[in-house]
């Protein structure tokens, strides 16, 4: 049977199959505010402003009181502004191929280097998330994976959407160890992600190359400066050596609350740093926002002044990084990027939340046809207690 020149829309579907197949971080995400974007006669720009979730004060006994009645409504800003794309040039020859020649030939290698630099992107998100179970410099262990599922249960992470995404080392330390726990499910298997392990303890278990480790800075000696400080800058009044983005550190003293009833736990509450610190004395961006009272309290009490940052590491060590998640901790979104006139072909597709144009003319001195394939995205971290980072070495 002749074969059938390929179409925009053939092309764009199957480079899309294959981009969604390879994305398994990406995939495993919230990726529900693409509509917003791409809304006829009432388009957000590139920033979309995502509500969190409302939080109130329960009081005791039937006089109505004053504390928690108001409503105050918080947000995060989700930005789509990175557009990532591959160039190719296909010959008349080239495009009289029957679908799955031309997918396993061209679209293949080409889509896993642009899914492999979105998942990067996307994979920064890790220096956003505080709470880390503890391992650097000792193999991964189920007992760890554990640890970090008892971090998401305590902060009441839904039971559906958990992914245990682990990088190549851990990958080797855990998968001989845990080969006999997991089971096939049909339902999961339908995701078709490559690096799927299999579904034990409550998560979905995949494999990727892509996790960056972290190195830690070569801060220390960083004292608190002053009592009673909340919100999401710290005041130290010394220290030395710069500090990184990503770092994680404990405050003596500061103890995680239960997020509804507030109630104390034996848990220290773990803080990360927003932005990388020049060192000496100044001010620390950092994340989860110190709340000592009221609907959004999160710890017990305020660091004592003096109080000396525990960081997670030793000063300039490297450790491996994997992430257990709820799908709600991050977003990603895809926006519709504009169809031209006056070329060969174009088309826009969208697969699994995953918006894709593609773009086509002809080169009459060749008999080439250059072509693009675009994505334009943005991420964001929205609910970072709804993961925790696995420290290995």
Same mark, same amino acid.
């Given at each position: 049977?002749?074969?059938?020149?390929?179409?925009?829309?053939?092309?764009t579907?199957?480079?899309?199959?294959?981009?969604?197949?390879?994305?398994?971080?990406?995939?495993?995400?919230?990726?529900?505010?693409?509509?917003?974007?791409?809304?006829?006669?009432?388009?957000?720009?590139?920033?979309?402003?995502?509500?969190?979730?409302?939080q109130?004060?329960?009081?005791?006994?039937p006089?109505?009181?004053?504390?928690?009645?108001?409503?105050?409504?918080?947000?995060?800003?989700?930005k789509?502004?990175?557009?990532?794309?591959?160039?190719?040039n296909?010959?008349?020859y080239?495009?009289?191929?029957?679908?799955?020649?031309?997918?396993?030939?061209?679209?293949?290698?080409?889509?896993?280097?642009?899914?492999?630099?979105?998942?990067?992107?996307?994979m920064?998100?890790y220096?956003?998330?505080?709470?880390?179970?503890?391992?650097?410099?000792?193999?991964?262990?189920?007992?760890?994976?554990?640890?970090?599922?008892?971090?998401?249960?305590?902060?009441?992470?839904?039971?559906?959407?958990?992914?245990?995404?682990?990088?190549?080392?851990?990958?080797?330390?855990?998968?001989?160890?845990?080969?006999?726990?997991?089971?096939?499910?049909?339902?999961?298997?339908?995701?078709?992600?490559?690096?799927?392990?299999?579904?034990?303890?409550?998560?979905d278990?995949?494999?990727?190359?892509?996790?960056?480790?972290?190195?830690?800075?070569?801060?220390?000696?960083?004292?608190?400066?002053?009592?009673?400080?909340? &919100?999401?800058?710290? =005041?130290?009044?010394? $220290?030395?050596?710069?500090?990184?983005?990503? @770092?994680?550190? %404990?405050?003596? !003293? *500061?103890?995680?609350?239960?997020?509804?009833?507030?109630?104390?736990?034996?848990?220290?509450?773990?803080?990360?740093?927003?932005?990388?610190?020049?060192?000496?004395?100044?001010?620390?961006?950092?994340?989860?926002?110190?709340?000592?009272?009221?609907?959004?309290?999160?710890?017990?009490?305020?660091?004592?002044?003096?109080?000396?940052?525990?960081?997670?590491?030793?000063?300039?060590?490297?450790? &491996?990084?994997?992430? =257990?998640?709820?799908? $709600?901790?991050?977003?990603?979104?895809?926006? @519709?990027?504009? %169809?031209p006139? !006056? *070329?060969?072909?174009?088309?826009?597709?969208?697969?699994?939340?995953?918006?894709?144009?593609?773009?086509?003319?002809?080169?009459?001195?060749?008999?080439?046809?250059?072509?693009?394939?675009?994505?334009?995205?943005?991420?964001?971290?929205?609910?970072?207690?709804?993961?925790?980072?696995?420290a290995?070495r």
């Amino acid at each position: 049977m002749a074969n059938t020149i390929l179409t925009a829309t053939a092309v764009t579907r199957e480079a899309l199959r294959v981009l969604h197949q390879k994305l398994n971080f990406v995939g495993t995400i919230t990726r529900d505010y693409d509509d917003s974007f791409g809304r006829q006669g009432a388009k957000v720009g590139d920033t979309l402003k995502i509500r969190m979730p409302n939080q109130y004060a329960v009081r005791t006994g039937p006089t109505l009181g004053t504390a928690g009645t108001d409503s105050t409504e918080t947000s995060v800003d989700l930005k789509v502004q990175t557009q990532k794309g591959v160039d190719l040039n296909f010959s008349s020859y080239e495009l009289t191929l029957a679908l799955d020649d031309f997918s396993e030939r061209i679209l293949e290698p080409a889509m896993s280097v642009l899914a492999a630099n979105i998942e990067a992107d996307a994979m920064t998100m890790y220096r956003d998330v505080y709470n880390q179970a503890d391992n650097q410099t000792l193999p991964a262990t189920f007992a760890k994976i554990l640890a970090g599922r008892k971090t998401l249960v305590d902060n009441l992470a839904p039971l559906s959407g958990r992914t245990c995404n682990l990088n190549t080392q851990d990958n080797v330390d855990l998968v001989d160890a845990l080969k006999g726990l997991f089971n096939d499910q049909t339902t999961v298997a339908k995701q078709n992600r490559e690096g799927f392990m299999g579904r034990t303890a409550g998560f979905d278990f995949m494999e990727n190359t892509l996790w960056p480790s972290h190195v830690r800075s070569t801060g220390s000696g960083y004292l608190v400066n002053g009592a009673g400080q909340t &919100g999401a800058n710290l =005041a130290v009044n010394t $220290g030395t050596n710069p500090l990184k983005q990503g @770092d994680v550190f %404990i405050l003596p !003293g *500061v103890f995680r609350v239960h997020p509804e009833t507030k109630q104390l736990t034996s848990v220290q509450q773990q803080f990360v740093l927003t932005a990388d610190y020049a060192g000496g004395a100044g001010s620390l961006a950092i994340s989860p926002a110190i709340v000592t009272s009221g609907p959004a309290q999160n710890v017990s009490a305020s660091p004592a002044s003096a109080a000396t940052l525990g960081f997670s590491g030793a000063a300039s060590s490297t450790y &491996g990084i994997s992430m =257990a998640y709820q799908k $709600g901790a991050f977003a990603f979104a895809t926006a @519709d990027l504009l %169809i031209p006139n !006056g *070329v060969d072909f174009a088309c826009r597709e969208v697969f699994d939340g995953v918006s894709m144009r593609i773009v086509r003319q002809y080169d009459i001195n060749g008999d080439k046809f250059p072509c693009r394939l675009d994505v334009l995205y943005g991420f964001k971290t929205i609910r970072p207690q709804l993961a925790c980072r696995l420290a290995n070495r």
